[in-house]
T-cell receptor, first 111, second 117 residues
Framework: AQKVTQAQTEISVVEKEDVTLDCVYE???????LFWYKQPPSGELVFLIR??????QNEISGRYSWNFQKSTSSFNFTITASQVVDSAVYFC????????FGKGTRLHILP | DTEVTQTPKHLVMGMTNKKSLKCEQH?????MYWYKQKAKKPPELMFV???????INESVPSRFSPECPNSSLLNLHLHALQPEDSALYLC????????????????FGEGSRLTVL
């Protein structure tokens, strides 16, 4: 069965600190996609990144970076120099024919 | 601003009412989705329309009835709902459900927050 685990329910950090959101997944498929979505208080989920199972390169986009390690079935997300606007719920997701979301991590960036 | 527009943003209805949620996108996307999200929970897939045809129904009760009049519009008709149906209903779209390279990249609306009394 496919499963996404985000063990951190809620994290609070002070602005400008770095923070890493953990994501561990389970799948028997050899071809799959991993995602991160952000859900700010306004409600809509915002797509951040997609990785396919054959691409283990880490990615950096501004203050955001992602570490994909198939050996540990993890797809962790790091925000560097966090800002108050980063406060949101972040969902890691896995897809085969449909998207399976983790339970989400609520991130509070304190001024 | 999101490119997927949902109306109304808030809806309060009684258990005997009939109402509809509407979703619109003008990005030329060919797949549209309804998700239900309870507080502090992840979104749960309800329905998927692919090229205007219902392709996935996640065993949703018949009191929820989806409709896709054209490739830009998606409706969710509500009838005889229960208080436990109160939730945020999210609409999403994706470019082409047949293109693996775009698989799973969904564009979400801000949702319709439904309260059933």
């Amino acid at each position: 069965a496919q499963k996404v685990t985000q063990a951190q329910t809620e994290i609070s950090v002070v602005e400008k600190e770095d923070v890493t959101l953990d994501c561990v997944y389970e799948t028997r498929d050899t071809t799959y996609y991993l995602f991160w979505y952000k859900q700010p208080p306004s409600g809509e989920l915002v797509f951040l990144i997609r990785r396919n199972s054959f691409d283990e390169q880490n990615e950096i986009s501004g203050r955001y970076s992602w570490n994909f390690q198939k050996s540990t079935s993890s797809f962790n997300f790091t925000i560097t120099a966090s800002q108050v606007v980063d406060s949101a719920v972040y969902f890691c997701a896995l897809t085969d024919d449909k998207i399976i979301f983790g339970k989400g991590t609520r991130l509070h960036i304190l001024p | 601003d999101t490119e997927v527009t949902q109306t109304p943003k808030h809806l309060v209805m009684g258990m005997t009412n009939k109402k509809s949620l509407k979703c619109e996108q003008h990005m030329g996307h060919r797949a549209m989705y309804w998700y239900k999200q309870k507080a502090k929970k992840p979104p749960e897939l309800m329905f998927v329309y692919s090229y205007e045809k219902l392709s996935i129904n996640e065993s949703v009760p018949s009191r929820f009835s989806p409709e896709c009049p054209n490739s830009s519009l998606l409706n969710l008709h509500l009838h005889a709902l229960q208080p436990e149906d109160s939730a945020l209903y999210l609409c999403a779209s994706s470019q082409d459900p047949l293109l693996a390279d775009l698989h799973g990249e969904l564009f979400f609306g801000e949702g319709s927050r439904l309260t059933v009394l």
